[in-house]
């Protein structure tokens, strides 16, 4: 159970879109379409925003979308607003009724 | 609405064995598609899976913590209890419950964690 693999940083100006990355593997990632993102704001508990990939929970902003390609997953925050500003992170189902998460990837916006 | 709160001790030593509760309300610990996942976070470092367990008794640990690891339920009062034994100032992290489920394999939502701090 490796820690998935994101970016430390990534940062935006208000009105922009950014990426962040989430690279697992063929064990957890690459086999299965069950990655969600979490968005953390400091001293907060984290926030569900994406699961299944690519769906969003009722009252998230249609701004934030999920997707995958191989072994990496992708989210993407489009029109970035202030409130955005927090840490996010990524979680798989890795098999054998285990989960992984990311290392956590900072946005600011700037 | 559906809560979740954890308690336990904020400090304990070296070697001890930590005893954390989540106390659930909103949705029932027999619901078969849900369960209760612990997952812990180091100060200033990511979250690290730990637990879970269903509603049908299924657990499932960490790979790397499951020789330290035990959880439980009682769902006549609503909690899920988490047991780590052998703990080390490493441990020292912020501890949450969170429902899960069984379909999507989502936390949703958190309870506000707690802090634990393993010193001497």
């Known amino acids: 159970q490796s820690a998935l693999t994101q970016p430390a940083s990534v940062s935006g100006s208000p009105g922009q879109s950014i990426t962040i990355s989430c690279t697992g593997t063929?064990?957890?990632?690459?086999?299965?379409?069950?990655v969600s993102w979490y968005q953390q704001h400091p001293g907060k508990a984290p926030k569900l925003m994406i699961y299944?990939?690519?769906k969003r929970p009722s009252g998230v902003s249609n701004r934030f979308s999920g997707s995958k390609s191989g072994n990496t997953a992708s989210l993407t925050i489009s029109g970035l607003q202030a409130e955005d500003e927090a840490d996010y992170y990524c979680?798989?189902?890795?098999?054998?009724?285990?989960?992984?998460f990311g290392g956590g990837t900072k946005l600011t916006v700037l | 609405q559906v809560t979740l709160k954890e308690s336990g001790p904020v400090l304990v030593k070296p070697t001890e064995t930590l005893t954390l509760t989540c106390t659930v309300s909103?949705?029932?610990?027999?619901?078969?598609?849900?369960?209760v996942s612990w997952i812990r976070q180091p100060p200033g470092k990511a979250l690290e899976w730990l637990a879970h367990?269903?509603?049908?008794?299924?657990?499932s640990y960490s790979t790397s913590l499951k020789s330290r690891l035990t959880i439980s339920k009682d769902t006549s009062k609503s909690q899920v209890v988490l047991t780590m034994t052998n703990m080390d100032p490493v441990d020292t992290a912020t501890y949450y419950c969170?429902?899960?489920?069984?379909?999507?394999?989502?936390?949703?939502?958190w309870g506000q964690g707690t802090l634990v701090t393993v010193s001497s």
């Open positions: 969170a429902r899960i489920s069984f379909s999507s394999i989502t936390f949703d939502p």
């Open positions: 299944e990939g690519s």
């Open positions: 909103g949705f029932s610990l027999s619901n078969a598609r849900m369960g």
């Open positions: 979680c798989s189902y890795a098999g054998s009724s285990t989960m992984v």
């Open positions: 063929s064990s957890d990632v690459g086999s299965y379409n069950l």
């Open positions: 367990i269903f509603s049908n008794d299924e657990k």
